[in-house]
């Protein structure tokens, strides 16, 4: 429940309590709610300015519409916490994006008041129209239907797929385009430049405004009615339908209106609400509206850690001095040198720049850097067809995004040989986002593809090799390269790059019985247990793999010929993972041993900070020193047993 200040004399538990609420008190609801919201992330972290841009709109539509019952997705849920602080749950938003707690996205398991789940984006439009055509099978004709979209999600091909869709179903729906020039970085695109053209231009409305009073007067005058129809659907399908993009496709659009003048979007949805059919209204908004830091720089402040709320200085904690430098940074510093050197390369990049520190490069090479809005799938075919006129593409994609690019990763590019490499980034278990945005999947889907090779860096110097090693060449087909969000450790300190050898691991630590296969940075995880354990007198082996594809089977023939037991440690999926790829080669190999496999279990890994995921699935530090003491009590009670027998 909220308390008594955020409302003046009034409480707000769900959408009910507030469309009782007089209209005059709802300004004020509107300041409380973003101090509110600028209190608690600035105590805790989690997605912001989105969230500010859209207190009025949030308000709004709760005020008007009849929730749960009338459905209302959020899309990308970035924009969600107000919705999230209106649906009963202010109390519980101190745990927003904790382990066991809220979700930073909408969940249809965590509250009925979350129509759609929503971590992706661009997906608003297909989920209202499935349900608006299911009411309509059903005979339910008194229930609204609304989604509400940011302009960077209506670019990717799923919500032009569902507009096109929606302009032929014609279901009651309607769409608020929540337009603030922004996704994660600013805007970019055809569609963006027409967005602005539609604020800025007014000519639409205005048209549509002097047709609108040249009809009902010549009506007065005596038309007939079916002479009116005939004008109108002439005019709207010629001058308007060009002027017009959602026109065109049989959408009645309306807009845009100021997104933050909170009277005026009541009288509006209360008006749209008697239109029958598909219309959609085209609010600007202001991303990070309130909080003048958030203002100034958007970027920036899409997503926050802990800050000062009078300041807006940041209060990271401070990195052990061992890690000093993100897989991120060392990424962007190391492609940007390389293509100083190397003319063929160039960077993609779906609305992910500054995520992916691609700012600089494109900032050095502004024509050698593509952002394509959030569009993974064109982004990767984009890309083969760059690689099939002799550039080298360096298509950079976090894992959980790079699903849904998956057929075009087959068809266009692996089937084809073409050399893109595919930078994975936020592989394995991202922490706060939830399960919606853990890369948890690509090793299993990608090691299934012919023609491709898969590699992992335990550090950041291996990032910055296999970087070096995809554009030298010659590798024919995609390389792809996966890596971690956060900070990763330094081993060798020189500006010297080193080509790998394709598919070859190394040997880390030299010991007898058991045997750790490591792939990425979780086998710092497996170092550790190797020197707390050999303190008590324990030596194990420790490879790093390096590579999931093409695995290197010499390494695999040693340790198997020389190892009973072996563990396999991956930030991933078990199933389909590194650790089953060896398994299958032991079985085909004919070895035996006994393998335990350690990465995450066949369900959605939850939200927490990477390090509580890691040991809550039981692939830390402490789980390889659990699995190798019950392996070495195995290997001590053999011992015990062979000598007892002599």
């Not at 959020?74 to 519980?92: E, M």
């Not at 990767?380 to 360096?394: E, I, M, N, R, W």
């Not at 070096?468 to 087909?477: C, R």
Request: overall charge neutral; proline content about 4%.
């Amino acid at each position: 429940m909220y308390k008594k200040e955020m409302t003046g004399n009034y409480q707000i538990n769900n959408p009910e309590e507030l469309r009782e609420l007089p209209p005059h008190v709802l300004p004020q609801l509107s300041q409380n709610l973003r101090t509110f919201l600028i209190d608690h992330i600035a105590m805790y972290g989690g997605h912001f300015s989105s969230s500010l841009g859209v207190v009025e709109l949030t308000i709004a539509l709760h005020y008007v519409f009849n929730t749960p019952k009338d459905k209302l997705i959020w899309d990308v849920g970035h924009q969600a916490y107000v919705h999230k602080l209106l649906t009963g749950r202010a109390p519980l938003f101190h745990s927003n994006r904790l382990l066991g707690g809220i979700s930073g996205f909408p969940s249809m398991e965590e509250n009925e008041f979350d129509a759609f789940g929503t971590g992706h984006s661009s997906t608003s439009l297909s989920a209202i129209l499935g349900m608006a055509c299911a009411a309509s099978y059903r005979g339910d004709h008194n229930r609204q239907h609304i989604a509400v979209i940011g302009d960077g999600a209506l670019t990717a091909g799923l919500a032009f797929e569902a507009l096109n869709n929606i302009g032929f179903e014609q279901p009651n729906v309607l769409i608020v385009l929540n337009d603030n020039n922004m996704s994660i970085d600013a805007g970019t695109g055809a569609l963006q430049n027409y967005l602005v053209d539609l604020i800025s231009g007014h000519t639409y409305n205005k048209l549509k405004a002097h047709i609108k009073k040249l009809l009902s007067t010549k009506q007065r005058a005596g038309w007939s009615i079916a002479t009116i129809r005939k004008l109108e659907k002439l005019m709207k399908t010629g001058l308007l339908a060009s002027s017009n993009l959602f026109e065109a496709l049989n959408i009645r659009y309306f807009g845009p209106i100021d997104g933050h003048n909170l009277p005026k979007l009541i009288k509006v949805f209360e008006q749209l609400k008697q239109i029958p059919g598909p219309k959609i209204l085209h609010c600007v908004t202001q991303k990070g509206k309130g909080f003048a830091p958030a203002m100034l720089n958007k970027e920036l402040w899409h997503a926050t850690g802990k800050f000062d709320k009078l300041t807006g200085m940041r209060l990271e904690n401070k990195s052990s001095q061992l890690y000093r430098n993100t897989f991120q940074e060392v990424f962007g510093e190391t492609l940007t040198k390389l293509a100083q050197s190397n003319n063929r390369i160039v960077a993609i990049s779906p609305a992910m720049l500054s995520g992916s520190k691609l700012t600089s490069m494109k900032q050095a090479m502004p024509h050698r850097v593509f952002d394509v809005g959030i569009c993974e799938q064109h982004a990767v075919t984009f890309s083969a067809g760059l690689a099939t006129d002799g550039l080298l593409p360096f298509c950079v994609i976090y894992s959980t995004f790079l699903q849904r690019a998956y057929d075009q990763l087959i068809h266009d590019v692996a089937l084809q040989k073409l050399q893109i490499v595919l930078c994975i980034d936020r592989a394995g278990v991202v922490g706060p986002d939830g399960p919606t945005h853990q890369g948890a999947f690509d090793i299993a889907f990608l090691r299934c593809i012919p023609n491709i090779v898969g590699a992992s860096p335990m550090t950041l110097t291996d990032l910055r090799n296999l970087l070096f090693t995809a554009q030298a060449g010659p590798v024919e087909g995609p390389f792809a390269i996966r890596y971690p969000k956060g900070f990763g450790i330094q081993d060798q300190h020189t500006n010297r790059f080193t080509k790998l050898e394709i598919g070859k691991g190394r040997k880390l630590c030299v010991g007898k019985d058991i045997a750790i296969l490591s792939l990425g940075p979780v086998g710092q995880y497996a170092m550790e247990a190797c020197s707390e354990l050999l303190n008590e007198g324990i030596s194990i082996a420790h490879y790093d793999l390096r590579f999931f594809k093409p695995l290197d089977e010499e390494l695999l023939h040693e340790v198997f010929q020389t190892y009973p037991y072996v563990i396999t440690v991956e930030d991933g999926c078990i199933a389909g993972g590194v650790g089953s790829a060896i398994m299958e080669f032991m079985v085909d190999q004919g070895y035996k041993a006994r393998l335990k496999r350690l990465g995450l279990p066949d369900t959605f890994a939850v939200q927490g900070t990477q390090e509580e995921l890691h040991r809550l699935y039981a692939y830390d530090k402490e789980a390889i020193i659990a699995v190798i003491r019950q392996f070495y009590d195995n290997v001590a009670s053999l011992s015990a047993n062979s000598v007892s027998r002599y």
